[in-house]
């Protein structure tokens, strides 16, 4: 079935350091993916979302490319700040059912 | 634009009483609704989703259950709660035939 896998977490990183948490899946078809973001105590926020091949996605400097030939979505940042600490969660879309990842913990000291 | 509330945002319930979550959605019209659960910690399990009223697919057996009375109405109800019900509620939608799916604020329910 469709699936998607993420990195473990938590990551943490110095302010302005790069960025990177890998997302691999699994899917029959030609699936939409996406990144999301939730704050603590906070509902899902979408960050960015890609629906085919080769596309990439962006928003507030983050980043993401659509690779059909490793199955990856993988996101990342130049620089980031402390106001990126997170939790961050690789979804796919395939028909009317969203899969996603286990989630990424992100905490970015100063 | 569209927004979606749902409440209480916060609940505390003992052992074997019943449980009403309600999400509603404003905006748009015969939108997809999900309603997933999130242990502390935890990624994303998805419980019930719905294409529209009275439509209600579940994908995980438990002592929940979902309705839709309404066409952006989505309740999430227990007869009786188990402390493993405990976690953080986010109700969801979607508008085909777009693919992106927004979530609402959550609620939190610990069951004591």
């Known amino acids: 079935g469709d699936s998607v896998t993420q990195m473990e977490g938590p990551v943490t990183l110095s302010e302005e350091a790069f960025l990177t948490i890998n997302c691999t899946y699994t899917?029959?078809?030609?699936?939409?993916l996406f990144w999301y973001v939730q704050y603590p105590g906070e509902g899902l926020q979408l960050l960015l979302k890609?629906?085919?091949?080769?596309d990439k996605g962006s928003n507030k400097g983050f980043e993401a490319t659509y690779r059909k030939e490793t199955t990856s979505f993988h996101l990342e940042k130049g620089s980031v700040q402390v106001s990126d600490s997170a939790v961050y969660f690789c979804?796919?879309?395939?028909?009317?059912?969203?899969?996603f990842g286990t989630g990424t913990s992100l905490t970015v000291i100063p | 634009s569209q927004t979606i509330h749902q409440w209480p945002a916060t609940l505390v319930q003992p052992v074997g009483s019943p449980l009403s979550l309600e999400c509603t959605v404003e905006?748009?019209?015969?939108?997809?609704l999900y309603w997933y659960r999130q242990a502390a910690g935890r990624g994303l399990q998805l419980l019930f989703y719905?294409?529209?009223?009275?439509?209600i697919s579940s994908e995980v057996p438990q002592n929940l259950s979902a309705s839709r009375p309404q066409d952006r109405q989505f309740i999430l109800s227990s007869k009786k709660l188990l402390l493993s019900d405990s976690g953080f509620y986010l109700c969801?939608?979607?508008?085909?035939?777009?693919?992106?799916?927004?979530f609402g604020p959550g609620t939190r329910l610990t069951v004591l």
């Open positions: 969801a939608w979607r508008a085909p035939p777009y693919n992106e799916q927004f």
């Open positions: 899917a029959t078809g030609y699936p939409s």
């Open positions: 890609a629906t085919k091949a080769d």
């Open positions: 979804a796919l879309n395939a028909g009317n059912q969203f899969y």
């Open positions: 905006g748009t019209s015969n939108p997809n």
């Open positions: 719905s294409v529209g009223i009275g439509q």
